[in-house]
């Protein structure tokens, strides 16, 4: 991919003079900026959250959309406009449509949530579904903007659209009374975040913009990292609304100017993050909404961070109720709260009391698995609560000078994910059992087409598949494979088109499973 063109000081004044021209204060208010106090008690530091959650359609996306469609020429407005989304995009353009008059067509995938097409179609909006993901959507809309003669508004990749998302470093600059050492910003495509530091850095240069991604969509910080946009192959969508592979040329241009740092966090650490402002809000933010909180968390646990004032703009709240309880879950382990154990015990008498003896009698126990399957020595899959990861090591060693062989599992995916569910699952039937977790995009009938291309002739020994609402399945397969099929397998697998981690040597699935 070309190296893209580099901002120049006339361009960067220019989106200065955009935002302060803005028209997004015709349909929005400017939007509060409020203390976690629990959360800066914890970090000792000031933490304040940018609330675009309360925004009128849940999410900041409303301020570029708006901005974009109210400074179309009255011919272009007339003619109408499209986009291409299965979210806060949607929303954001719908509501525009509605104030301006102007009709609107939302190019939806197929396998969009009912709630959010629901919510787009009560807009008064043309809603089009079409194809399976967000690619296949956006070919469909620009093919219907030529066909129809509509106007294009993009989700991130105009000046206009990061124009309107800067009204919120304008916003914060002038709540912030006293002193600021951060603004952290969940990115995407990165129209937020160019928007937030192309205003924050002409007037406060000494304000770090700090910009968080999963690390599992991470393009813009790839990107960054590269000095050319990097497009990534495949995308986490646990955070869908920063579920970009390709970050725009405009917002890479502007980001690269202004942004001092981007911080990766995992799916536990934003689940941890959804709690927390929670805990302190009662507000329940979708992943990309907690996403920045997330990245504070992190920056503010470095040495010497201690006493400083950060801002984390709280993006968005459009979350799906069923997907609460995969959140819960992974809160406590994210937030460090939770630590869980492979404890190897004697099989006989007394074990057990010697082992909640190690435990303690004030430590909670958040889950406790055993199943008889040797005579001599017991797997017991034992979830703790904790402190701290320090704590969880203490725990382990305990464990060990007790005589009680531990094997740390808080960040064994495998274990999170399935294994947990699955102890006692024990067998002496599947010989030559190789182990594979996968990941499918979750939708109406994706299970039912994942066990079919699952067929080729090996038998299936173990499987292991929850639904929590995630837009993503996970599913742990075991199978019967001889070791001169071996090769066929791996290729069998690599054509299959979906994300697939060997776990065939996993040690918690050699203590319990296997």
Same mark, same amino acid.
């Given at each position: 991919?070309?190296?893209?063109?580099?901002?120049?000081?006339?361009?960067?004044?220019?989106?200065?003079?955009?935002?302060?021209?803005?028209?997004?204060?015709?349909?929005?208010?400017?939007?509060?900026?409020?203390?976690?106090?629990?959360?800066?008690?914890?970090?000792?530091?000031?933490?304040?959250?940018?609330?675009?959650?309360?925004?009128?359609?849940?999410?900041?996306?409303?301020?570029?959309?708006?901005?974009?469609?109210?400074?179309?020429?009255?011919?272009? *407005?007339?003619?109408? !406009?499209?986009?291409?989304?299965?979210?806060?995009?949607?929303?954001?353009?719908?509501?525009?449509?509605?104030?301006?008059?102007?009709?609107?067509?939302?190019?939806?995938?197929?396998?969009?949530?009912?709630?959010?097409?629901?919510?787009? *179609?009560?807009?008064?909006?043309?809603?089009?579904?079409? @194809?399976?993901?967000?690619?296949?959507?956006?070919?469909?809309?620009?093919?219907?903007?030529?066909?129809?003669?509509?106007?294009? !508004?993009?989700?991130?990749?105009?000046? &206009?659209?990061?124009?309107?998302?800067?009204?919120?470093?304008?916003?914060?600059?002038?709540?912030?009374?006293?002193?600021?050492?951060?603004?952290?910003?969940?990115?995407? +495509?990165?129209?937020?975040?160019?928007?937030?530091?192309?205003?924050?850095?002409?007037?406060?240069?000494? %304000?770090?913009?700090?910009? /968080?991604?999963?690390? &599992?969509?991470?393009?813009?910080?790839?990107?960054?990292?590269?000095?050319? *946009?990097?497009?990534?192959?495949?995308? @986490?969508?646990?955070?869908?609304?920063?579920? %970009?592979?390709?970050?725009?040329?405009?917002?890479?241009?502007?980001?690269?100017?202004?942004?001092?740092?981007?911080?990766?966090?995992?799916?536990?650490?934003?689940?941890?993050?959804?709690?927390? /402002?929670?805990? &302190?809000?009662?507000?329940?933010?979708?992943?990309? +909404?907690?996403?920045? /909180?997330?990245?504070?968390?992190?920056?503010?646990?470095?040495?010497?961070?201690?006493?400083?004032?950060?801002?984390?703009?709280?993006?968005?709240?459009?979350? &799906?109720?069923? *997907?609460?309880?995969?959140?819960?879950?992974?809160?406590?382990?994210?937030?460090?709260?939770?630590?869980?154990?492979?404890?190897?015990?004697?099989?006989?008498?007394?074990?057990?009391?010697?082992?909640?003896?190690?435990?303690?009698?004030?430590?909670?126990?958040?889950?406790?698995?055993?199943?008889?399957?040797?005579?001599?020595?017991?797997?017991?899959?034992?979830?703790?609560?904790?402190?701290?990861?320090?704590?969880?090591?203490?725990?382990?060693?305990?464990?060990?000078?007790?005589?009680?062989?531990?094997?740390?599992?808080?960040?064994?995916?495998?274990?999170?994910?399935?294994?947990?569910?699955?102890?006692?699952?024990?067998?002496?039937?599947?010989?030559?059992? %190789?182990?594979?977790?996968?990941?499918?995009?979750?939708?109406? +009938?994706?299970?039912?087409?994942?066990?079919?291309?699952?067929?080729?002739?090996?038998?299936?020994?173990?499987?292991?598949?929850? @639904?929590?609402?995630?837009?993503?399945?996970?599913?742990?397969?075991?199978?019967?494979?001889?070791?001169?099929?071996?090769?066929?397998?791996?290729?069998?697998?690599?054509?299959? +088109?979906?994300?697939?981690?060997?776990?065939?040597?996993?040690?918690?699935?050699?203590?319990?499973?296997?």
């Amino acid at each position: 991919m070309p190296h893209t063109r580099p901002l120049t000081d006339a361009e960067a004044t220019a989106y200065l003079k955009r935002i302060l021209t803005s028209r997004v204060y015709d349909v929005v208010d400017e939007t509060p900026l409020d203390a976690a106090p629990g959360l800066s008690a914890r970090l000792g530091s000031t933490v304040l959250l940018k609330r675009e959650d309360l925004q009128s359609v849940f999410s900041f996306k409303i301020r570029g959309a708006y901005n974009t469609m109210a400074k179309l020429s009255p011919q272009a *407005r007339a003619a109408g !406009v499209i986009a291409a989304s299965a979210g806060n995009h949607a929303q954001g353009v719908a509501r525009a449509a509605s104030v301006l008059g102007c009709h609107a067509v939302i190019v939806m995938p197929t396998t969009t949530p009912q709630l959010k097409v629901d919510a787009v *179609r009560a807009a008064g909006v043309e809603v089009v579904l079409h @194809g399976d993901s967000y690619s296949d959507a956006g070919a469909h809309a620009a093919a219907l903007a030529h066909e129809r003669g509509l106007t294009m !508004v993009h989700p991130f990749d105009d000046p &206009d659209v990061i124009a309107g998302q800067g009204t919120i470093g304008m916003e914060i600059l002038r709540q912030v009374t006293g002193p600021l050492d951060a603004v952290f910003v969940a990115v995407g +495509g990165g129209g937020l975040i160019s928007g937030i530091a192309a205003y924050v850095k002409a007037l406060r240069p000494d %304000v770090k913009v700090i910009g /968080v991604q999963t690390d &599992d969509s991470d393009a813009m910080a790839r990107s960054l990292e590269a000095g050319h *946009r990097v497009e990534l192959e495949h995308v @986490g969508l646990f955070s869908d609304g920063t579920a %970009v592979r390709l970050v725009g040329e405009e917002t890479f241009r502007v980001a690269s100017a202004f942004v001092d740092e981007m911080i990766r966090v995992d799916t536990d650490a934003v689940c941890a993050a959804i709690k927390d /402002v929670f805990t &302190d809000t009662r507000a329940i933010l979708e992943p990309a +909404g907690a996403l920045a /909180v997330a990245g504070l968390k992190e920056y503010a646990a470095r040495p010497g961070s201690a006493g400083s004032t950060y801002v984390a703009v709280a993006c968005g709240a459009n979350m &799906d109720f069923d *997907r609460l309880r995969f959140v819960a879950e992974r809160a406590e382990i994210g937030e460090q709260r939770e630590a869980v154990f492979a404890v190897t015990i004697p099989e006989q008498r007394g074990s057990f009391r010697k082992l909640l003896e190690v435990i303690g009698p004030g430590r909670e126990v958040t889950e406790f698995n055993y199943r008889i399957a040797d005579s001599d020595t017991a797997h017991v899959f034992v979830g703790l609560q904790v402190r701290g990861r320090d704590e969880a090591r203490r725990l382990a060693q305990g464990f060990e000078d007790a005589g009680l062989p531990a094997l740390d599992l808080t960040d064994d995916e495998l274990a999170k994910l399935h294994l947990r569910h699955l102890v006692g699952g024990r067998t002496t039937l599947a010989d030559d059992e %190789v182990l594979h977790r996968y990941e499918f995009p979750e939708r109406p +009938g994706a299970l039912v087409r994942f066990l079919a291309a699952m067929a080729p002739g090996w038998n299936i020994s173990l499987f292991h598949y929850r @639904g929590h609402g995630s837009d993503v399945g996970r599913v742990l397969v075991g199978m019967q494979v001889p070791p001169s099929d071996r090769a066929a397998f791996d290729t069998f697998r690599e054509t299959l +088109g979906y994300r697939s981690w060997d776990e065939t040597d996993n040690p918690a699935y050699r203590q319990f499973l296997r």
